[in-house]
């Protein structure tokens, strides 16, 4: 299936469908998607904190709403003028997003869009699920988690999101009620052949095949039972000691976190393994979400069926707990969280919103640079008063009478007619 | 004026706060005196300038360094009286503040004091690793191997930090075994949680009073790599003694930039200003202003 001409392509994920290979895709290859009349807008691989903002109504602590859903606003508007011949945004974070949220997205991007809902077997995904919200704060194990989440497929108590992402079937016919049967694709990923997702993406934006090619390097890979385990165990510390949320992101989320998966898993690491129960019943899911996207009557891409073939399903198993850990494993995670620390120093001044530690940390690198405190010093100080000369300006102002109103109307002509 | 007390050593207590110490800072015959505290215990005084309030060190040593070899039950035992000693001498020390500096390197100056004193840590040396020590030293190399900054003061500090908890958090020659060691390792947790909870300020290793465990197979034992990783921001949060005032400075004119901008911002949302205004909008007023 390729879409007409003028359309706008949302993918809305969900989560841990691929998302991530197709926005690095769609990135690295957009001067030469550009060249064939597709568009990417944004400027980075992800908008994910502008596609919060929009879709979810908050963005992660330290960081400002209206400035990044201002962000979504003009990637908009920037690919209205760009008038390309089809347009994509892709972002996992637009499967979350309420009705009115929903209805928000669909009139901004305009009556010719198209969503794209990307789906794997949710026995492949659930484990993955798990070690991804472990690098957001969760302590729960995951056999625990387990028993929470696929026995209660309407909706678990330990990770709400799980089944607002994963209940692909209501996913679907959610976007589906919005934008019409006929304006919403499933994609369904060969689990057998890795380049059945671009490939599927490249008919629909009706490109030339190879033009989604992935980079090469490996993206946001699974932690290993071995890691996920020191994440699980900082998680409590971090919790009981009661650190800010924002430091959490900042510094274990985007730091430790991705220190750990910037090394090469170790083969000898045991993968996050789930237990038959568990997978027989993530099957059972699978199979009724199936028949229900067949029987919505939107358009199908790939093969339903392989979203409840036991073929697909990982190797059963309980991991052995462990209680330690490899040093390369935790030096992954130290350098990580020092890296995203030295970032700090960078930005002339901490965030507004920065946690304890992050400020803790600009200020310490910061002070070892004294001409760069200098320079902070006088363009802060020089800001400030141009904003406060603003607000003294506005407060002094008050409503514009008549002849502001003729002025600036007479600026405008005048600059209309050159003069 | 804002005096300095330092009960005089014991053992895991201001090992470091002796006679001769004492000798070295300039001027100590009129600015230091020693007095003995209610519980016959001997505290030096001294005016210390800098110093906010009048206030008590007391700085602490590793577990391990200072508690007698005995059955788990009287060590255990032994370590949970020591913390009942140290919060008694909280309680009956009349100052404004007591601060209880959990480990890191000892005092050599009277600045190093006053940081000491201040809550702030002093930088540790780069620990020298021996042959026996392979889990810190690949530790080590691989974290320093994987920063992005090299030769960064702080990124160094921060590796340090690390390294020496898991010094103290590995035991090469455990006369103990895991079970044992779990139970010591409560009760310091027991001891820290007391001295938090003693109204003192706390600063330093939280993992200072951990009685430590054996690695297996090279790999480090994980609460010991939780603590590590732990001490990595919390020593963050104390290691600014060398910030200077102009840093809070910048950090309070951009909270006040960001503060003055959002009203700036709610103002033009309230109200937009008229070079914002679409034309169709500013005749609309004309006509209405009429």
């Known amino acids: 299936m390729r879409l007409p001409d003028g359309s706008v392509a949302l993918h809305i994920g969900p989560h841990k469908t691929g998302t991530t290979t197709m926005q690095a895709a769609l990135w690295a290859n957009r001067h030469l998607l550009a060249e064939q009349g597709v568009d990417y807008p944004g400027v980075r691989r992800h908008e994910m904190d502008a596609t919060m903002a929009v879709a979810l109504g908050k963005v992660d602590p330290g960081k400002k709403l209206a400035a990044h859903r201002d962000h979504w606003y003009s990637l908009v508007e920037q690919m209205q003028a760009r008038e390309a011949r089809l347009s994509v945004f892709s972002s996992e974070f637009y499967c979350e997003a309420d009705a009115a949220r929903r209805r928000e997205v669909l009139e901004r991007l305009g009556p010719h869009t198209y969503v794209i809902v990307t789906l794997r077997p949710i026995v492949r995904l659930i484990a993955s699920q798990w070690q991804q919200y472990t690098q957001n704060q969760l302590t729960i194990p995951y056999l625990e988690w387990l028993r929470d989440v696929v026995n209660n497929p309407e909706g678990s108590s330990l990770s709400p999101s799980f089944w607002r992402r994963h209940r692909h079937d209501l996913l679907v016919r959610r976007w589906a009620a919005d934008v019409g049967t006929d304006r919403l694709v499933v994609v369904v990923a060969d689990e057998r052949d890795h380049r059945s997702l671009p490939e599927a993406f490249e008919e629909l934006l009706g490109v030339a095949p190879g033009s989604l090619e992935a980079p090469k390097e490996r993206l946001n890979r699974s932690l290993t039972f071995d890691e996920v385990t020191l994440m699980l165990e900082f998680n409590k510390r971090h919790r009981d000691v009661g650190w800010d949320q924002a430091d959490y992101n900042r510094f274990i989320r985007f730091g430790a976190a991705r220190g750990v998966q910037a090394r090469p898993a170790n083969p000898l690491d045991q993968p996050v393994l789930t237990p038959q129960w568990a997978i027989d019943r993530a099957l059972e899911i699978g199979e009724m979400m199936a028949a229900d996207i067949a029987a919505s009557g939107v358009t199908v891409v790939g093969s339903l069926a392989q979203l409840y073939d036991p073929a697909f399903a990982p190797p059963a198993g309980e991991n052995t707990p462990i209680g330690t850990v490899r040093p390369d494993v935790l030096a992954g995670f130290a350098s990580g969280l020092i890296n995203r620390m030295d970032d700090v120093r960078n930005t002339p001044s901490p965030r507004p919103a920065a946690g304890a530690v992050e400020r803790a940390a600009w200020a310490r690198r910061r002070s070892s640079e004294p001409e760069l405190i200098a320079d902070d010093l006088q363009r802060l100080e020089s800001r400030l008063q141009q904003l406060r000369e603003a607000l003294a300006q506005r407060a002094a102002e008050g409503q514009p009478g008549r002849s502001r109103v003729l002025m600036e109307l007479t600026r405008r002509l005048r600059r209309r007619l050159g003069r | ?290």
């Not at chain 2, 060590?75 to 140290?86: D, F, H, I, N, Q």
């Not at chain 2, 003061?153 to 035991?171: C, E, F, M, P």
């Not at chain 2, 938090?196 to 300020?201: E, K, M, P, Y």
Request: hydrophobic share 45%; net charge negative; aromatic share 4%.
């Open chain 2, 1 to 290: 004026m804002p005096i300095l007390s330092v009960p005089a050593g014991y053992p895991g207590v201001n090992s470091f706060a002796t006679q001769t110490w004492w000798q070295t800072l300039p001027g100590h015959g009129s600015r230091v005196s020693e007095e003995v505290l209610e519980q016959g215990v001997a505290c030096w005084t001294v005016d210390l300038e800098g110093l906010a309030d009048r206030t008590t060190l007391v700085l602490v040593s590793a577990v391990a360094e200072w508690l007698p070899r005995a059955p788990v039950a009287d060590m255990v035992a032994e370590l949970l009286t020591w913390g009942s000693r140290l919060c008694d001498l909280v309680a009956a020390t009349e100052v404004d503040r007591v601060q209880i500096v959990l480990g890191g390197p000892e005092p050599r100056d009277e600045t190093e004091l006053l940081a000491l004193a201040s809550g702030f840590r002093l930088p540790q040396p780069s620990p020298t690793l021996t042959d026996s020590e392979g889990p810190l030293r690949d530790f080590m190399n691989a974290t320093l191997a994987s920063l992005s900054a090299t030769g960064q003061a702080a990124s160094q500090t921060a590796v340090n930090d690390a390294v020496h908890v898991l010094r103290r958090g590995i035991d090469p020659t455990p006369a103990l075994d895991v079970a044992e060691a779990e139970q010591l390792r409560a009760a310091g947790r027991e001891v820290v949680a007391a001295l938090v909870a003693s109204g003192a300020s706390v600063s330093g290793a939280k993992d200072l009073l951990q009685w430590p465990l054996p690695s297996v197979d090279g790999a480090i034992p994980m609460p010991v790599a939780v603590d590590a990783m732990a001490e990595i921001l919390q020593s963050e949060l104390e290691g600014a003694s060398e910030t200077a005032a102009d840093v809070e400075r910048v950090a309070q004119l951009a909270a006040d930039v960001a503060a003055h901008r959002e009203r700036l911002a709610a103002l033009d949302e309230k109200d937009p200003p008229l070079a914002a205004l679409p034309g169709r909008e500013l005749l609309a007023r004309l006509w209405r202003i009429r």
